[in-house]
């Protein structure tokens, strides 16, 4: 049914690939890999780990736009509640995700852990989506918030042309394919400066907010949960907001084989990572609010930049440098992470076979990189990106919310499974009840966006019947596949 993988190594060439049935020696395996192998090597570390976590989930949003829920929770102390329930649910998502890692040692995240629980039909609906429209939409949108805030300070009376942001946003995005392609350490060492940025960024607004608090301006907090009341519909939606501000720290479970101790090093990671993140966001949140009200909050196209210019004056400058240089690392962290699950996707058949090749000098999946890049450059410059996100946003949280089901079926089904981190059944019963609890409120609160969304995900359905199950395929069909 499913492609078979040749056993091939190019030993002049720049490509390896897999073994037979397109999957690859177990990472931590105690044989010796074949003499001439390309593997991906471990060279993600516990600091590693953290940095692409911290460094995809610390986005734009933060800094630019909290907005979303504080418009639908009416008040500033529901607001940063919500925010904080946030961090606690999307820690409970991580802890589920750690135990996955930890007892199916294989990289691509949802789409591997939706093969071994529901097997083939789903995982494949996975990545078709995320690799036709999310990841390149999803990249495409955060990289426009880069070109728009390293461009900033040149334009600052001024409002900066459109085509300026998309060009500078075009570089952007390939320089990061080719630091992806290059170096797995680089990518690595770069995610890690671009992760001190960001907490550098965050305290930049955290200790001005503090320092507010300590000479008393507490005025934006009086009667904290007084103001429009939290509608039925609109409480949901901020979560569902928070949620998605809280969102990549399922991305260190897409490089696994690359994680050196994965057994100790991704539970640590996660929980690391969870607890600095949210700490950090209801902090900044606090910190706005010792300085702008609630109505100012709403009005601000970017909050961060409104914070700084009350209060740091000319310093405000950098502020918009530190907002790019997050969305960067929110580009590097998103391609170096998704990158992964093609290339496994490949490795197992259901993507086209040379995806899963591997740089031999390199080591890197450099076709699985560059696989992005045209199509995200075609969402940049053609594309309605927020239609596409809204469509698709659903489509997210389905799969999350049906990966930690799986968590819970495998208990069943698989017992026996060696689990070195393992986390009570009511935390991924929880969380997975959420996931599909704001599915469901989104195909009725916004059926027509949300139906369009669900018909372009099952178009993955014929897809994969098309060009995985059926065997019959005339010659130039296969040629056209590369089989």
């Known amino acids: 049914m ?7 190594t190019v030993s002049n060439g720049s490509y390896s690939q897999g073994q037979a049935n397109g999957r690859l020696p177990s990472m931590d395996s105690e044989q010796p890999a074949q003499e001439g192998k390309v593997v991906l090597k471990k060279k993600v570390t516990l600091l590693r780990g953290i940095s692409i976590i911290i460094g995809t989930i610390i986005g734009a949003g933060i800094f630019i736009s909290p907005k979303g829920i504080l418009k639908n929770t009416g008040s500033v102390g529901m607001s940063l509640t919500v925010w904080t329930v946030c961090g606690i649910l999307s820690l409970f ?5 750690a135990e996955l ?10 789409y591997t ?12 609906v996975r990545v078709w989506v995320e690799l036709l429209i999310i990841r390149p939409a999803a990249t495409a949108v955060i990289s426009l918030a880069f070109g728009r805030y390293i461009l900033e300070p040149f334009f600052m009376q001024c409002e900066i042309p459109e085509l300026a942001i998309k060009l500078v946003t075009a570089v952007g ?11 797995v350490s ?9 992760t001190f940025c960001k907490l550098v960024a965050i305290l930049i607004i955290i200790v001005p907010g503090v320092i507010q608090l300590i000479k008393g301006e507490t005025q934006h907090f009086k009667n904290a949960f007084a103001g429009n009341d939290a509608s039925v519909m609109g409480l949901p939606l901020a979560f569902y907001s928070g949620m998605y501000a809280y969102s990549g720290w399922f991305y260190l479970n897409f490089v696994t084989e690359e994680v050196e101790n994965p057994e100790k090093n991704i539970p640590l990671a996660i929980c690391i990572s969870m607890i600095i993140v949210t700490v950090g966001y209801v902090l900044t949140n606090v910190a706005y609010f010792t300085t702008i009200s609630a109505g100012e909050l709403l009005l601000s196209k970017a909050v961060a930049v409104t914070f700084a210019e009350r209060l740091m004056g000319n310093f405000s400058l950098a502020v918009p440098v530190f907002v790019a240089l997050s969305c960067f690392g929110s580009m590097n962290g998103g391609i ?15 993507l086209p076979e040379i995806l899963s090749m591997i740089h031999v000098r390199k080591h890197t999946p450099l076709p ?11 969402m940049l410059f053609n594309g309605d990106l927020y239609s596409l996100l809204n469509f698709l946003s659903f489509a997210r949280w389905l799969f999350i919310g049906l990966v930690v089901a799986g968590l819970i079926y495998l208990r069943y089904k698989r017992p026996d499974m060696p689990r070195p981190f393992k986390v009570p059944l009511f935390i991924p019963a929880l969380f997975s009840f959420t996931c599909l609890f704001m599915v469901a409120l989104s195909l009725y609160s916004d059926p027509v966006n949300t139906g369009i969304g669900f018909a372009i995900t099952l178009t993955g359905v014929p897809a994969y019947y098309l060009f995985i199950v059926w065997d019959k395929k005339p010659k130039w069909f296969r040629k056209l596949l590369g089989k």
């Open 101 to 110: 890692g930890t007892c199916i040692k294989k990289s691509g995240g949802h």
């Open 113 to 124: 852990y939706i093969l071994e629980a529901f097997g083939p039909l789903p995982a494949f």
């Open 186 to 194: 680089w990518s690595a060492r770069i995610q890690i400066f671009l």
């Open 93 to 97: 998502g991580a802890l589920c995700y």
């Open 2 to 8: 499913f492609r078979k993988a040749a056993v091939t």
């Open 336 to 350: 170096f992470a998704v990158s992964r699950m093609f290339f496994v996707a490949s490795r197992e058949g259901h």
């Open 173 to 183: 995005i390939t320089l990061v394919m080719v630091l992806n392609s290059t170096s």
């Open 368 to 378: 699985a990189v560059i696989v992005l890049h045209p199509l995200t450059m075609i």
